[in-house]
């Protein structure tokens, strides 16, 4: 077995397992390929937060099973969330799948690797895995995701990730710091941490914040970022944090919200209310008054009748979120909320939904002309995907930024370096800069 496929569908943190699973492939001695059929191994990291990713999977097998009918014999296995999910209803409904790993089972894959058996599952959960002292293998570039902790004990109702990722555990200080220091070491110059509540990190004691003070130490590192964390956690030693070390801590917070009414908020098993939430984002305004705030919405969940839907596009115009992640409620089976009536019909969901859209672009705009006319630090991430005439940054806050490709200096702005420039416009999501 010489090389290795693998395509990844869902958060960021199952972007960050497939270079875990990576680096597992690689200290074995396989060689990463583009080339689905040169591979002696394929891999699907799949997602099961939603129905959609799920639907897409078992379709991306029948088309793997269609280009792999006259060449070679690979082995083929589902892992992530969905194959912790399902199981082995995998095999039934794919017979070309060989293996099925869960999120907390990595490790097995050299075992994998030499066995003949035709169907293995590993799906345990584990109460202390966290791929202490696995390096990821990452591409160079800009951005390394860190993950500093996994699984969860919020028990949302409509979400199955303390069932497919387990209960919450986090990685030593000083793996989180090894690992970042070896992403600087491989020129990477921002970091995302990453957690399924990246804020209820607790190692020995030691919180989230503890962790942020001795991250913020390492120089070669020139911005942090972090997603996603809960309204219940955040503190005010996390803004203290934000104010005191920006533009190196990113004044950008990722804050779901996923429904404004009380009511529904009870029923999701958010543990906060709309009062808490709306005067935590004025407590970050205090602390931070530029922090872009961005977050995520359901609509159409169980119960949530059009007063409850009201209230949450009240709150929306009451924070104006940066920019939001929107989508229907989707019945997951395992959750708490899957034995609740889906009593709100399609229709009206894409109908709720579409109006939110449409007042999240005015928001979005409102947010983005703030910018206009102000000096703003961009950290180059290349050229523009449009124009090779333009490049392309992203500021502290997150805002994608464009501007022409020529400095003031008469040179080619090269990637990674920091710049100032001042913002002459706005478009959609994009600001753009002279």
Not at 267 to 284: C, D, F, G, P
Not at 345 to 354: C, I
Request: with cysteine; charged share 30%.
């Amino acid at each position: 077995m010489n090389k290795y496929y693998i395509e990844t569908y869902g958060c960021q943190m199952n972007e960050a397992d497939s270079e875990i699973v990576c680096g597992i492939l690689e200290n074995q001695g396989l060689t990463r390929t583009d080339l689905l059929e040169e591979a002696d191994l394929i891999l699907l990291n799949t997602c099961s937060v939603r129905e959609k990713p799920e639907q897409k999977i078992y379709s991306r097998l029948g088309k793997i099973n269609k280009i792999l009918s006259k060449g070679k014999n690979p082995k083929i296995g589902v892992i992530g969330c969905m194959a912790q999910n399902f199981k082995g209803e995998i095999f039934k409904k794919n017979s070309i799948v060989n293996f099925v790993l869960g999120p907390d089972s990595y490790r097995k894959l050299p075992e994998i690797i030499k066995t003949h058996k035709k169907h293995v599952i590993y799906t345990d959960l584990s109460k202390t895995e966290v791929y202490e002292e696995l390096f990821p293998s990452r591409n160079s570039g800009m951005n390394a995701w860190i993950t500093i902790m996994r699984g969860c004990d919020k028990f949302c109702t409509y979400c199955i990730v303390p069932f497919t990722r387990g209960r919450e555990r986090s990685k030593s200080i000083e793996g989180v710091l090894k690992e970042i220091e070896n992403s600087a070491n491989k020129g990477f110059i921002e970091i995302t941490l990453l957690g399924q509540n990246v804020n209820s990190y607790n190692y020995k004691g030691k919180n989230f914040t503890d962790l942020l003070n001795e991250i913020v130490k390492n120089k070669k590192i020139k911005r942090i970022r972090y997603v996603s964390p809960h309204p219940q956690d955040v503190t005010e030693e996390l803004l203290k944090l934000h104010r005191d070390h920006y533009p190196k801590l990113a004044n950008h917070i990722h804050l779901p919200l996923q429904s404004g009414s009380d009511n529904v908020l009870k029923a999701m098993n958010r543990n906060y209310t709309q009062k808490h939430y709306l005067s935590l984002v004025k407590k970050i305004r205090e602390y931070v008054p530029n922090m872009s705030i961005t977050t995520d919405m359901i609509v159409g969940f169980p119960g949530e009748t059009k007063e409850d839907f009201k209230e949450t596009l009240r709150v929306m115009k009451e924070v104006k979120f940066d920019t939001s992640f929107m989508f229907k409620y989707s019945p997951r089976p395992y959750s708490r909320a899957y034995k609740m009536k889906d009593d709100v019909n399609e229709e009206e969901k894409s109908k709720r939904l579409s109006e939110m859209i449409e007042l999240q672009k005015e928001h979005t705009l409102f947010r983005n002309e703030e910018y206009v006319g102000k000096e703003v630090e961009i950290i180059v991430e290349g050229f523009s995907k449009k124009s090779q005439s333009e490049m392309m940054g992203r500021t502290s806050s997150n805002k994608i930024v464009i501007f022409p490709v020529i400095d003031n200096f008469g040179e080619i702005i090269k990637k990674k370096t920091i710049i100032r420039k001042t913002i002459i416009s706005t478009k959609g999501v994009t600001l753009f800069a002279k």
